[in-house]
């Protein structure tokens, strides 16, 4: 027959003083295998459907404990219970030693006590938990928030509706930005003053990334493939410096990382600072990465140096990863693009970016681009096809231009909607209108656009900002 209620709370009782497990078939709860009317009004709010053929008391009787407490307090509780068993399953005494933001990879669980974790939850909460549990929420934090959720049958469906798309009346804003570039240049503001002093950040070939410079200052030309037609660049100083431990990555790992990603996520969180946005706070946000790069040398070096660092070489010089590694360090959910366009590739993420805000993927951007010069393979490749200036120096649009010069340094900005900023009371440092992309097909060589192309994409430009030509100056 089915239970009484004073049955049901003897069950319960019983169950909180032993935390034994106590099935409670669905045919005595009513007659039927499927929760319905006749299951008694206290245990209609502990079934999930017919998908439980059975309920575990003991997940009642704690989903009743928890569901008295303040919601602070039994999040406190489950999250103590995930490290506590972590603790055990790891050989740690106590739950301290197991941090509750850190991934349950890094701080020792594999597969098979991934599985025991698993068990060990089962067995204390009566729940009946899939074997990707720990994979699935891969930090303590977060599968505490996930079994709660499960105890107090609180999941909510996941919402497949994009959210509304903002007019033309809420344009994309900057909020803020980080840099690294030549001649000690740190900060925006540094960089601007350099900008507006009229000084440069070049300077001659450094000599602690291991440069053969004699050869590559003996005699350049079609005949000479070792040399460069310069000795100049503008290149970052103490490139090596990075603090891994910080960012939770091995001193291995970081060996085995392109520079370009660890300037990235150096320049990346201190770009949220400076927007006045704690990094930690955009875990499981729609927060976008987009980063242009164009160039992967660093490979050569990890491929043959001495050190033991293959394990990591896939992921350390993987081009999709230099967005990615951003997204996964911080835990941000919106799109990792790694984009390539050469020399336009920053501006077109921050166009991706842009779109990708207005559209409403991302509720937050961050976009930019970065460049190491971890060989000298860019000045040797010039200096053969002979478009390298001797200086050093870009000379654009004057009769003495005679070549390129080439720079490293890493720029990114955080963008987002305008009513977004207000709303989050960010200051806005700058508004970006509007902004186009295109190609000009087969015309007048591979890498060089032509000019109609150049002035299709203007046009395409001002068009999206709603100004005109004569309304910039």
């Excluded at 720990?134 to 930090?139: G, L, Q, R, S």
């Excluded at 993927?361 to 393979?377: I, K």
């Excluded at 890498?447 to 999206?464: D, E, H, K, M, Y």
Aim: net charge negative; aromatic share 4%; charged share 20%.
């Amino acid at each position: 027959p089915p239970l009484s209620v004073e049955q049901g709370l003897a069950l319960l009782d019983a169950a909180m003083a032993t935390d034994a497990p106590h099935l409670v078939p669905l045919g005595s709860l009513g007659g039927e295998r499927r929760p319905g009317a006749d299951v008694p009004p206290l245990f209609r709010g502990l079934f999930k459907g017919a998908r439980r053929m059975a309920v575990s008391a003991t997940a009642g009787a704690l989903g009743l404990r928890l569901g008295a407490l303040a919601e602070d307090e039994r999040a406190r509780q489950v999250l103590d219970l995930v490290r506590t068993e972590a603790a055990g399953v790891l050989g740690h005494t106590s739950l301290l030693s197991v941090e509750a933001e850190r991934g349950f990879k890094d701080l020792g669980i594999d597969s098979l006590t991934a599985l025991e974790l698993r068990n060990r939850l089962n067995q204390a909460t009566g729940l009946r938990l899939p074997a990707t549990l720990v994979f699935d929420h891969p930090t303590p934090t977060a599968l505490a928030g996930h079994l709660l959720a499960e105890i107090l049958d609180e999941h909510k469906a996941l919402d497949a509706v994009a959210p509304a798309v903002s007019g033309d009346d809420d344009p994309i804003v900057i909020v803020g930005m980080a840099c690294r570039m030549p001649g000690g240049v740190d900060t925006p503001e540094a960089f601007f003053d350099m900008l507006l002093e009229g000084r440069e950040g070049l300077t001659d070939f450094p000599t602690d990334r291991g440069w053969d410079l004699a050869a590559l200052f003996g005699e350049s030309g079609p005949g000479n493939r070792g040399a460069s037609a310069t000795r100049t660049g503008g290149f970052l100083s103490a490139l090596g410096d990075f603090d891994a431990g910080f960012f939770g990555i091995s001193p291995r790992e970081a060996l085995a990382m392109d520079p370009q990603q660890r300037l990235l996520l150096e320049t990346s969180w201190e770009a949220f600072e400076r927007a006045g946005i704690d990094p930690s706070r955009l875990r499981g946000s729609r927060t976008g990465v987009f980063v242009g790069t164009t160039g992967q040398d660093y490979a050569s070096l990890v491929m043959n140096s001495r050190e033991d660092v293959e394990g990591h070489a896939s992921t350390g010089l993987a081009n999709s990863v230099i967005s990615g590694r951003v997204s996964y360090t911080f835990g941000l959910e919106g799109p990792a693009v790694t984009v390539d366009t050469a020399c336009s590739s920053s501006l077109v993420s921050m166009h991706l970016a842009a779109q990708s805000l207005r559209s409403g993927e991302s509720s937050l951007a961050l976009a930019g681009g970065v460049t190491v010069l971890a060989t000298p393979v860019s000045f040797l490749g010039f200096s053969r096809q002979g478009g390298l200036a001797g200086d050093g120096r870009c000379k654009a649009y004057a009769d003495a231009a005679d070549g390129t010069g080439w720079s490293e340094g890493v720029g990114v900005v955080v963008m987002e909607r305008l009513s977004d900023a207000v709303r989050n009371g960010h200051e806005v440092l700058a508004v970006m209108r509007g902004s186009a992309v295109n190609q000009d097909g087969a015309s007048n060589g591979l890498t060089a656009p032509n000019g109609p192309s150049q002035q299709r994409v203007i046009r395409q430009a001002l068009a999206a900002a709603g100004v005109s030509a004569a309304d910039v100056d």
